[in-house]
């Protein structure tokens, strides 16, 4: 079975720009988390998706949004770049039944922003 | 606010020994606590999930802990090995309804021949 996977692996954009970056759960998983990684603040996270409907947030302010398509697929979109969005954006899917929490990760999408 | 810690110092040990990590959770009381390792430039790999009312969980060489008295997760690596160098990261759920998770840190282990 095809393991989590996004696109594109690398990015870089300039500050005021938008980004769009696509997470591919694997086969059966209707959850999707999306994470952001910094040396400084770690793993943090953005918001989760079910079944097409946002069932979490994390404190991100609204330039980051998200979505997911009825295939489970999602997306999420980083609008008016800042220095300070640079990171490893991290996806991760889980089957979303209690008892099979496991979260399983993408390699990530490393995005600079100059 | 819900805070999940970890000691950010960085672990060294010699191969052979056992490393103990530690997570601390502070205001809130989680229903299970998630075990990740994380090389670098990867994403996280899950590697134990352990619930409140388990004492302890193991796989292998592994080995948590939950004290829900303490407030607290400690995860063993026996007979370590030089592969076993990586970021370890301890994680519980955003909330009750979803299967998100706040991580801390990570603690970086590191074993030496």
């Known amino acids: 079975k095809a393991g989590v996977t996004q696109t594109p692996r690398y990015l870089i954009k300039t500050r005021g720009q938008q980004v769009t970056l696509s997470c591919s759960p694997i086969s059966g998983h209707r959850s999707v988390s999306w994470y952001q990684q910094t040396p400084g603040q770690g793993l943090q996270f953005l918001f989760e998706?079910?079944?097409?409907?946002?069932?979490n947030k994390g404190n991100f302010p609204g330039r980051f949004s998200g979505r997911q398509f009825s295939n489970s697929r999602s997306e999420m979109n980083v609008s008016t770049l800042e220095l300070g969005d640079s990171a490893l954006y991290l996806c991760?899917?889980?089957?979303?039944?209690?008892?099979?929490?496991?979260?399983?990760f993408g390699p990530g999408t490393r995005l600079l922003v100059l | 606010s819900q805070k999940i810690e970890q000691n950010s110092e960085a672990l060294n040990i010699q191969e052979g020994k056992t490393a103990t990590l530690t997570c601390n959770y502070t205001?809130?009381?989680?229903?299970?606590l998630q075990w990740y390792r994380q090389d670098p430039g990867r994403g996280p790999v899950f590697l134990l999930l352990i619930r409140e009312n388990e004492k302890e969980k193991r796989k292998e060489r592994l080995k948590v802990t939950f004290d829900t008295t303490l407030k607290q997760s400690l995860f063993h690596i026996t007979a370590s090995q030089p592969a076993d160098s990586a970021t370890y990261l301890c994680a519980s759920a955003v909330s009750n309804s979803g299967y998100a998770l706040n991580f801390g840190k990570g603690t970086s282990l590191l074993v030496t021949p």
């Open positions: 998706y079910f079944s097409e409907t946002q069932r």
């Open positions: 205001n809130y009381s989680p229903a299970y």
């Open positions: 991760a899917s889980s089957r979303g039944f209690v008892d099979q929490e496991t979260q399983y």
